[in-house]
T-cell receptor, first 116, second 113 residues
Framework: NAGVTQTPKFQVLKTGQSMTLQCAQD?????MYWYRQDPGMGLRLIYY???????DKGEVPNGYNVSRLNKREFSLRLESAAPSQTSVYFC???????????????FGQGTRLTVV | SQKIEQNSEALNIQEGKTATLTCNYT??????LQWYRQDPGRGPVFLLL?????KEKRKERLKVTFDTTLKQSLFHITASQPADSATYLC????????????FGTGTRLTVIP
């Protein structure tokens, strides 16, 4: 199983450029997440999707948009990149099972984005 | 406000000793507490989870405790090895709400040979 696949792994953007980070999971999970990770800040949630067709804002959504294209894919778009969006981005998925179920999250390898 | 704090940013320990990492939280009522390992340049990888009604969980050289009264989890690695060097993240998992996983900032563990 591939698990969670993110593309690209690295990206350099100029201020004002746009780009889309792609994420796909093959575990039939309902929930998918986009996090950013900055030194000393830990993982901060940007957007999440509890199921196909729904998306919600997390802790730091400004400057980002998302699309849950289908159950497998959840993309993150930067419409006009800013230097403050320089970070490492992680996509994750999680199966929301019943109370006694396993709720671990599976992460992709990350996208290291630099905005100059 | 809600907070998840991990004891220190970095912890150095001699090979063979037991490493103990701390995760404290405020204003959460987690159903589970999870621990993840993150190596440089990689995404976090799940290690263990412990439920609110469990006091202790073990997996090979790893042991996790969960004290809901103290609002604290301890993560132990016994007989530590240089290969255990990584950043360890705790995460609180709630049962309610679509966004139910909240992460601490992590502790970078270095095991010195």
């Amino acid at each position: 199983n591939a698990g969670v696949t993110q593309t690209p792994k690295f990206q350099v953007l100029k201020t004002g450029q746009s780009m889309t980070l792609q994420c796909a999971q093959d575990m039939n999970h309902n929930s998918m997440y986009w996090y950013r990770q900055d030194p000393g800040m830990g993982l901060r949630l940007i957007y999440y999707s509890a199921s196909e067709g729904t998306t919600d804002k997390g802790e730091v959504p400004n400057g980002y948009n998302v699309s849950r294209l289908n159950k497998r894919e959840f993309s993150l778009r930067l419409e006009s990149a800013a230097p403050s969006q320089t970070s490492v981005y992680f996509c994750a998925s999680q199966s929301r099972k019943a109370i006694l179920g396993n709720t671990e999250a599976f992460f992709g390898q990350g996208t290291r984005l630099t905005v100059v | 406000s809600q907070k998840i704090e991990q004891n220190s940013e970095a912890l150095n320990i001699q090979e063979g000793k037991t490493a103990t990492l701390t995760c404290n939280y405020t204003n959460y009522s987690p159903a589970y507490l999870q621990w993840y390992r993150q190596d440089p340049g990689r995404g976090p990888v799940f290690l263990l989870l412990i439920r609110e009604n469990e006091k202790e969980k073990r997996k090979e050289r790893l042991k996790v405790t969960f004290d809901t009264t103290l609002k604290q989890s301890l993560f132990h690695i016994t007989a530590s090895q240089p290969a255990d060097s990584a950043t360890y993240l705790c995460a609180l998992a709630l049962l309610t709400g679509a966004n139910n996983l909240f992460f601490g900032t992590g502790t970078r563990l270095t095991v010195i040979p």
